[in-house]
Structures are given as C-alpha cells and as structure tokens.
C-alpha cells in the first residue's frame, strides 16, 4: 500500500541555518503531497503541498518540489528560526482513497538560538 | 475562532469504561475525517463522512469504535470498552467536498486509558 518514510529526529540545528528535512513515498498511483506542521502545544497545519510531479510548494520560506524520478518530496528552508522549532510531517493522499491522508511519522526539528 | 474544534481537549478514563469525543467542523465544509496518533507517530486514518453519511472506515476501526454525524454537522467517535492500546490523541479533520486534500485539523482529544 501507499506510504511515507522520513528522516527520523529529533534535529537539531543553530538559527540561519540550511534545513532539509528527507522524504520519500511510495505509491502505486499519482498522489499529491504535503508537508504538515505541528507547533507545540497546537493542531497539525498544512505548510506546503504539491499536486504534480515538477511542482514546487511553498510557504513561509519552505519549500519542497515534487519528484516523480525519486519519489521525493525533500522539505528545504535556506536559513531557520527558532519560531520553526516543530514537529514536521511528511504526507500523501492516498491512491486508493483520495480523502484519506497517509503520513510519515514526523521529524522534530528544535532551532538553537 | 472559526477552526475545528474538539472537545475534551484531555480525557482520563479506566479501562472497560466508555467514552465518547465530539468534533465541530469547520460550518462550510461538508466532509469531516476522524485520524488517531499515538505518541512518536504520525496520524492515522479512521474514517471519514460526507454529510452525515460515512464513506470509508479504516481496519484499525475496531467494533468497539463507532463514529457518527447525524446532522451532517458535527460529529461523535466512541470508544467502548476501553482498553490501554486505545490511549492516543484522536484528530479531527474537515474540508470542503471539492477540495478533499486541503483537511484543517483540530487541536485533537488526549486519551489516556488506566
């Protein structure tokens, strides 16, 4: 079935830092993908998301381009704050059902000062 | 706040007692999904309605899950006969009919079964 792996956590990084969060799916189909964000102590948001292959998202200075050729969706941030300090989940919508949404088991990020 | 919400936010239950959790959508959005996540995991789906019908369930909706939306508005899941693998955050979700990738979740329900 479909499915999500990313990079395991927790990462930690220094503030201005280059960020790249890994993700890869897998999927008999053509899915769309997202990045979701959990801040703590709130609900889960959609940061990004891609419909296609080639297609970049973007939101809030992160980005991630849909690559059908390596079945990837790579979150990328050029310099981090400590206000990204969250919990980053990987996503697709299912192939099979396209209103269930599968993720990937989240990426702690914590930015250092 | 026009957001999902969920209430209660905590829930502390014995095991074998049975408790139920209600989730307002979002009032335009027609479709509202029901996911569970337990803890160092990501969401996992349960089942979702459109209206008040309900399309899908996933297999992790054992018999003793049961989720409901009457009126097409809001909505109840629950659990009986609790027991201590049900103990996780249970999320809600909503969106519009025509847009069903773009789900607005809620804050969530702790459960934590003793």
């Known amino acids: 079935g479909d499915s999500v792996t990313q990079m395991e956590g927790p990462v930690t990084l220094s503030e201005e830092a280059f960020l790249t969060i890994n993700c890869t799916y897998t999927a008999t189909g053509y899915p769309s993908l997202f990045w979701y964000v959990q801040y703590p102590g709130e609900g889960l948001q959609l940061l990004l998301k891609?419909?296609?292959?080639?297609d970049k998202g973007s939101n809030k200075g992160f980005e991630a381009t849909y690559r059908k050729e390596t079945t990837s969706f790579h979150l990328e941030k050029g310099s981090v704050q400590v206000s990204d300090s969250a919990v980053y989940f990987c996503a697709l919508s299912g192939t099979s059902s396209a209103s269930k949404i599968i993720f990937g088991s989240g990426t702690r990020l914590s930015i250092r000062p | 706040d026009t957001g999902v919400s969920q209430n209660p936010r905590h829930k502390i239950t014995k095991r074998g007692q049975n408790v139920t959790f209600r989730c307002d959508p979002i009032s335009e959005h027609n479709r509202l999904y029901w996911y569970r996540q337990t803890l160092g995991q990501g969401p996992e789906f349960l089942t979702y309605?459109?209206?008040?019908?309900?399309?899908?369930k996933s297999r992790l909706l054992s018999d003793r899950f049961s989720a409901e939306r009457p009126k097409g508005s809001f909505s109840t899941l629950e659990i009986q006969r609790t027991e201590q693998g049900d103990s996780a955050m249970y999320l809600c979700?909503?969106?519009?009919?025509?847009?069903?990738?773009?789900?607005?979740f809620g804050p969530g329900t702790r459960l934590t079964v003793t």
């Open positions: 979700a909503s969106s519009f009919e025509g847009a069903v990738n773009e789900q607005y």
């Open positions: 309605f459109q209206n008040e019908a309900q399309l899908e």
């Open positions: 891609a419909t296609k292959a080639d």
